[in-house]
């Protein structure tokens, strides 16, 4: 089963409760704010970073890699066992 988790809206003052099933999360960091976020798939990180999800897709499966850093963020893929 998933959990519920706490994610911040971008540009919004409400804040959403989600329930994600997933096997591995994505956790993004705001290097300003130092806020840290979790995301069950690429899609709702997607919609929340504004990155598209095909380049995000490209990233995590074709290249295999488990960071992705520019200069607003720093995204973590995390695998689980």
Same mark, same amino acid.
């Given at each position: 089963?998933?959990?519920?988790?706490?994610? !911040?809206?971008? $540009? !919004?003052?409400?804040?959403?409760?989600?329930?994600?099933?997933?096997?591995?999360?994505?956790?993004?960091?705001?290097? =300003?704010?130092? =806020?840290?976020?979790? @995301?069950?798939? /690429? +899609?709702? /990180? !997607?919609? @929340?970073?504004?990155?598209?999800?095909?380049?995000?897709?490209?990233? @995590? !499966?074709?290249?295999?890699?488990?960071?992705? +850093?520019? +200069?607003?963020?720093?995204?973590?893929?995390?695998? $689980?066992?």
């Amino acid at each position: 089963m998933g959990k519920y988790y706490v994610l !911040s809206k971008k $540009q !919004s003052k409400y804040k959403t409760i989600l329930k994600l099933n997933y096997t591995m999360p994505y956790i993004h960091i705001n290097k =300003e704010t130092k =806020e840290v976020d979790l @995301f069950g798939n /690429l +899609e709702p /990180l !997607s919609i @929340f970073t504004g990155i598209k999800k095909y380049k995000l897709h490209y990233i @995590f !499966s074709k290249k295999k890699l488990i960071d992705y +850093e520019n +200069e607003e963020l720093i995204i973590h893929k995390r695998y $689980q066992k």
